[in-house]
């Protein structure tokens, strides 16, 4: 089976309020990167290739945080990889910034 990496962000918006952000957030990586996201309930799957990586994950939109699960790129990207998601997530989830400011392109 293959290694999987998790990322934890918190929230203070409710629950609905989250989603709208992580779907803006999704909409920005289907027009960017022409990531497929579905949602059922409160979970956004991601279905993606990027280069040489297969993606194939989910965000979940909890209470009080998002947690982020999908394949652990491995060693050489592991970092880069969980830095650039982890500031695309504190963005979209950041209470200064408005849902309608947030990127969708």
């Known amino acids: ?14 629950r609905e309020d ?12 289907a027009n960017k990167y022409n990531v ?7 979970r956004a799957n991601i279905k993606a290739k990027y280069m040489m ?9 909890l209470d009080d945080n998002v947690v982020l699960e999908g394949p ?9 990889a969980t830095d650039y998601l982890r500031k695309k ?3 979209y989830l950041d209470p200064a ?3 309608d400011d947030l990127p969708r392109r």
């Not at 293959?2 to 203070?12: F, G, I, N, S």
């Not at 990586?53 to 939109?61: A, N, Q, Y």
Request: aromatic share 8%; proline share 2%.
């Open 72 to 80: 652990d790129p491995g060693r050489l990207l592991r970092n880069k």
């Open 36 to 42: 497929d996201v579905g949602w059922s309930g409160d």
């Open 89 to 91: 997530l504190l963005k």
């Open 97 to 99: 910034t408005a849902l």
């Open 53 to 61: 990586l297969k993606v194939d994950g989910h965000i979940d939109i």
């Open 1 to 14: 089976m293959a290694k999987r990496m998790t990322l934890e962000v918190a929230h203070t918006f409710s």
């Open 18 to 29: 989250a989603r709208a952000r992580i779907e803006a957030l999704g909409d920005y990586f």
